[in-house]
């Protein structure tokens, strides 16, 4: 008796629909409670998530700072990312100046990148005798340069936000 003789007869609903399924339905009917399967668990997982981030730690009572180029909630050391996303709960304000801050320090990646860039171009064009090596050079320390100043500016920005959230979470 081969596979293919072999008749089951399973009968299921589907809505208010009964059907009767041989053997050859089964890889269907399998994707299809795969499918249903796998939306129902990304909505339960979606509301877990929901239940524990509203029910973790209260975000009103805890005191941020920022020292030494590094921001603290009560005294552990988190990220400017993290910090952004936590004070947005808290102040909108906060939040701005956080975005700002993360902002600045993704042009200042780009501006590193480009002076690199230009800088070690510039040098090769100078070692094979192209003239315009060195105005390439010029360009990549420019933009190499101005990097310090705009990291004070991302700093003060972080400050701020600090100053903001902690203001915000003592009003609540």
Known sequence: MGHSDMKVSLTYLRGLEVKQLDV?????????CYI??????????????????????NAYSQEMSFQNGNVYLDDVQITPKLAKQRSQMVSMDAYASF????????????????????VAVGS???ASGIALGGLDMAIGGVCIGIIPSRESKRRMWIAAGVKKYNAASKEN
């Not at 050859?24 to 009917?29: I, N, R, V, Y």
């Not at 975005?99 to 230009?118: P, Q, T």
């Open 36 to 57: 249903r399967l796998n939306q129902k668990i990304k909505l339960m997982k979606k509301i877990i998530l929901l239940l524990v981030f509203s029910l973790s730690f």
């Open 24 to 32: 050859e339905d089964f890889p269907g009917l399998y994707f299809y």
């Open 124 to 126: 090769y064009n100078l």
């Open 99 to 118: 975005k700002k801050a993360s902002a600045i320090r993704g042009w200042n990646i780009f501006w590193g990148i480009l002076g690199g860039y230009e």
